[in-house]
């Protein structure tokens, strides 16, 4: 059972567009949400973070929106550049748990020159 | 930049040997973590640790063995490797702070059992 899901496998934009990313949770005491990014034969790299009293938070070209009602967040890159192109992880998990990450599947990013 | 590494990044290896996957980060951090990936699917926490001779499992269940006799050092054994451990194993590690924080990642162990 994912609780941290990520419907689309793969993603396709053109350098200088948006790229969004979503990220669906189903449960509801996470309470800290992160995205990593992952280039191939590499370990993942944090990108941002986000806590559940927020819902945005901007680090340069990267924005990651939360909507608890929804359970949902996404990430936001722009614009997008070709050495973007990775696997986008979502990840989430709460204080006063064991403080492990939950990971969703990933999705691939392409950003076409 | 993160202070972690794993050895070996790549091993193939012949069904019965035993492996050890090393991890060492130099922060400092009292949590390390080992998870699994298999292309295209999410990563798995195997084991886990808070701090010196403490060792859990993860979600996932794993027939992999942990120790955590030092701060800096993780490392993952396999007694006798299947093909069906084939996968990449990633260690990571991230402060005891009290409250969640990003982990850091190694670059990974790609492990092929024949």
């Known amino acids: 059972d994912q609780q941290v899901k990520q419907n689309s496998p793969s993603l396709s934009v053109q350098e200088g567009r948006i790229s969004i990313l979503n990220c669906d949770y189903t449960n509801s005491m996470f309470d800290y949400f992160l995205w990593y990014k992952k280039y191939p034969a590499e370990g993942p790299t944090f990108l941002i973070s986000?806590?559940?009293?927020?819902d945005k938070n901007e680090d340069g070209r990267f924005t990651v929106f939360l909507n608890k009602s929804a359970k949902h967040l996404s990430l936001h890159i722009v614009p997008s550049q070709p050495g973007d192109s990775a696997v986008y992880f979502c990840a989430a998990n709460f204080q006063g748990g064991s403080e492990k990450l939950v990971f969703g599947k990933g999705t691939k990013l392409t950003v076409n020159p | 930049e993160a202070d972690i590494y794993q050895t070996p990044r790549y091993l193939v290896i012949g069904t019965g040997k035993k492996i050890t996957l090393e991890c060492s980060q130099t922060?400092?951090?009292?949590?390390m973590y080992w998870y699994q990936q298999d292309p295209g699917m999410e990563l798995h926490l195997i084991h886990y640790s808070y701090g010196v001779n403490s060792t859990e499992k993860g979600d996932l269940s794993s027939e992999s063995t942990v120790s955590r006799i030092r701060t800096e050092h993780f490392p993952l054994t396999l007694e006798s490797a299947r093909p069906s451990h084939t996968s990449q194993y990633l260690c990571?590690?991230?402060?005891?702070?009290?409250?969640?924080?990003?982990?850091?990642f190694g670059q990974g162990t790609r492990l092929t059992v024949v």
């Open positions: 922060m400092g951090h009292d949590k």
């Open positions: 986000i806590s559940s009293i927020k």
């Open positions: 990571a590690s991230s402060e005891k702070t009290g409250i969640p924080s990003e982990a850091f």
